[in-house]
Nanobody
Framework: QVQLVESGGGLVQPGGSLKLSCTAS????????WDWYRQAPGMQREWLAA???????YYADSVKGRFSISRDNAKNTVYLQMNSLKPEDTAVYYC?????????????????WGQGTQVTVSS
């Protein structure tokens, strides 16, 4: 079974920066795509950023220009650099890995989620 472990969350002042990381382990050969999401209390889970196997990146309007996704394939790790943080960015942040080849499962898209890490932006 694939497991994703997140780290890097914490408390930061408005205008500050944090860098989240997410590392995959288990029986996985290649992660086709990474995504970052967040969920604030009482809110739906919001998609933030994605990077495909080609290296193309995509961002939600709410974080475009402030957040940056990157990956290290050798380490099976994805990062989310968050700059110019606002109180509205306060949420639990989740990484997601999409893989197409999982032993014992049909070929197709299979998603795995991190445990979440709390980011609090406050003075």
């Amino acid at each position: 079974q694939v497991q994703l472990v997140e780290s890097g969350g914490g408390l930061v002042q408005p205008g500050g920066s944090l860098k989240l990381s997410c590392t995959a382990s288990g029986n996985i050969a290649f992660i086709n795509a990474w995504d970052w999401y967040r969920q604030a209390p009482g809110m739906q889970r919001e998609w933030l950023a994605a990077e495909g196997s080609s290296g193309a990146t995509y961002y939600a309007d709410s974080v475009k220009g402030r957040f940056s996704i990157s990956r290290d394939n050798a380490k099976n790790t994805v990062y989310l650099q968050m700059n110019s943080l606002k109180p509205e960015d306060t949420a639990v942040y989740y990484c997601k890995a999409m893989v197409t080849r999982v032993p014992g499962l049909p070929l197709g898209e299979h998603n795995y989620w991190g445990q979440g890490t709390q980011v609090t932006v406050s003075s």
